[in-house]
């Protein structure tokens, strides 16, 4: 075997590994809960996660520092193109800075959801969002992992809760933290950023035509936690896995 041929055949041994290993694909508008889900689920199953709205999050960070304009696509497509993040044991850096707090402010959020918009930025990260497909399975938490990123995923979720419920969340766990907030702003933000994710036209906030809707408005995260174990476990005895 020459070393292409062996280059070839260890390619088209990981693209067979990708392709069998399961992947649970949560999508949901902002502070739906999907993130607290994914991660109970993952540690459940002793899945990889992927939370992909942190490398959107990394991206308009690097924006805002680089004071790269945030309607330019060109220029935002290039830093997403070269962005230069690592994450380690639950730790997030750009550019060899732990940026793992920062990128949680709201205005990183609304920066993110400002760059999201661009085609380019979002095939820039697509590659690096499918390489967190690795055994024995991946939860991959978004708004477009059960239509884009991973559409033949095992089970796809759409985790969806009002926005006054959201809104209330968001203002606990900002609280929690020690921030003084209003919660009409919050509720204002998260309206505008749903309008802005949902109206875009590239990778909408949407069901999937295959996802199961979990509302979580009145359920609590252990019991959104079951559905999702329930739904998979049901997915993978009709593959016969
Ligand atoms: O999930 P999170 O609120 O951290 O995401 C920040 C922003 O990144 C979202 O408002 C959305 O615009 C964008 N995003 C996206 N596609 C994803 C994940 C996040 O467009 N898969």
Redesign the pocket.
Known sequence: MTASDQGRASASRETLERGSTPVIAI?GP??SG??TVALGVADQLGFHYL???????LV?LAALQDRIALDDEERVAEAAKGLEAAFDGGRIRLRGADVTDA??SEAV??A??????FPAV?TALLSG?RAFRRPPGLVA?????GT??FPDALVKIYVTATPEARAMRRYNQLIEKGNSVIIEGLLRDIRE?DA??SA?AV?P?RVAADAIVLDTTDMTIGESVVFVLEKYRAAIGKAGR
């Not at 993110?112 to 918009?117: D, G, L, N, T």
């Open positions: 999508d902002a502070a999907k993130g939370e992909s709205g942190s490398l959107y999050r308009g990128i949680r959020g609304s993110a959801s400002r760059v999201a918009v979002r969002q938490e978004g708004r477009d992992m884009v990123v950023r802005r994710d875009r990778a906030l």
